[in-house]
């Protein structure tokens, strides 16, 4: 409720800019521009931030009445490039890699059986890595902040950019509460005799610590955060080789024993193979994910040109290394029939008591290794939960920054953080609130179903803006081939972005086919179509109320902000010249352990 009258405030503002500007002081020169060293009385507050139109504002307080506080405004340049390359690796892992790939995943085993599981996992994955590679070809080209959002302006239309603004900012604030709820959830495994509020607030008092202080120490947290789910990934995929071939303490070498049979692997749902296929894919969906995480920080990369397109191209090892084998290790281990996890899911339960690994562990008699996953599950998702606070504040950047959002959202401390966005994106975390009620997994649940409708149709607008970027580059003759990513799928463009379009609207489409059965249930409706309708509403409202137009091919701007990011790999090459390598092995090993 809160953003939607934001955005009110906003359209009543372009309408009545008359309003808006009396009494307010003479920032602008005869060309329109904004002054320097203008100087506002605003009182005795002592304040220091940034503006979004590239202006410092410091404020000076006075010692007596006499004298009158000021606001100098100096040239800056908003947010800064200061991500390295480890860091886009890590941060891009670290944020595609959450509780769903460890903990919830048992849900999508339970109603899907083994097999379908891993078949899902493949196919989106595939779909993935050709949404991935297809708009990274063009973040690559234009690394802007949010890259996604700010394109489909750019090439499509105002009105469909404040619907992917919408969409995605909707979306990736969500997954904050989430994240939070599920380390409360992990937390019980252990005990539950506590106020959930003294698991969350902790929470939420570190996330804003680390997304404050400036974005190098984000990556810098970050990155060590999520080497701790590299670790969990690939410590588990070794528990799980080890315990097939007999290394368990019952000494059953019990190998793909889950896979035999049809029924074992492929069983029914809602009285029909296909729900059950459908139910494994739709979690596939939801922890699948790779684009809108490491395209984000396209705008604060060091370097864009060379560290972005090496990430995305990498994306495919990812993929397959902890997703798809992954969903090989939860089959392996558990049935989908197992008491245990039938039993948790009957009453509501969350956290580590649902996680395939933990259970498997628990019925091979294994007794301490279960709280250590735990411990590093929550480390996972504390990790997810960070990023996406770091993510939902970005996207309302580009928001404001671009006109769809109040100006106060591109408003940044001189460290060139987003103040304002961090603090309605710590405001988001208080849905985490509703595990308070009944029971964790409604909320949960809530929270998945919302999330997995923002997040393919946040893939089928990427498709969109790429198709109108690849029709702008043919009408006005750029050279596509000599753009910075070069993939498999760039000399194959268009259809993979047509495949990648159809796949995701036929996702978009059957999303919510449960809900018609056995019966029509309208909270399983809004579950899964409640952000598809978000999307319509906010496209047509603002292309009624602007009359805004399809960009044509011709008018498209494919040339703007590349002057300064060349200026930007200018400077930092200069930089990177002064500098004197060291080519001792020391020096050299220190280079490939921290790339």
Known sequence: LLLLLLCFLKMWNIAKPDIFRQNTPDFENDSGSLKTNTT?????????????????????????NSEQSSLTLVHNLGTKRLLKPRHIDLISIGGSIGTGLFVTIGYGLLNGGCGNLLIAFFLQGFIIY??????????????????FITHAGRFVDPAFEFCCGLNFYIMISLYIPFEITSVNSMIHFWRDDYNAADAFVPQIVIYLILNIFAVRWYGESEFFLSIGKMILAVGLLFFTFITMVGG????????????????????????????????????????????EYLGMVAGEAQNPRKTMPKAFNTIIYRLAFFYILG???????????DPTLVKAVAEGA????VSPYVIAMRNMGITVLPDIVNVLCITASFSAGNSYI?????????LSKIGFAPKCFSICLKNGVPIFGIALAVGWSCLSLLQLGDSASVA??????????GQILNYFFMMITYLFFYRACKVQGVDRLKMPLQAWTTKLQPYPAIFGLICCWLIVMFLGYQSFLPSFDINSFLYYYLMFFIACGSYLSWKLIFRTKVVQPEDADLFSDLAEIDEHERQLHELQGEKVIDNSFKGKLLRHLWW
């Open 350 to 353: 969350a956290g580590a008591n």
């Open 390 to 398: 770091y993510w939902s504040s970005r996207s309302l950047f580009a």
């Open 40 to 64: 506002i009385n605003i009182g005795d507050d002592k304040t220091e931030y940034l503006h979004n139109d590239k202006l410092e504002l410091t404020t000076h307080s006075s010692s007596d």
């Open 248 to 291: 368990n303490p019952q000494h059953h070498a019990f190998g793909f024993h889950n896979f035999k049979g049809v029924e074992n692997a492929f069983p029914q749902y809602l009285g029909s193979g296909a729900s059950a296929f459908w139910a494994a894919y739709m979690k596939a969906v939801f922890t699948e994910v790779a684009p």
């Open 130 to 147: 050709i949404v991935t590679l297809t708009i990274g070809e063009l973040i690559c080209y234009l690394p802007v902040d949010s890259p």
């Open 327 to 337: 969903a090989l290790s939860v089959g392996i281990l558990l049935k989908h029939d």
């Open 444 to 453: 949960l649940n809530w929270m998945i179903n919302l999330c997995t409708g």
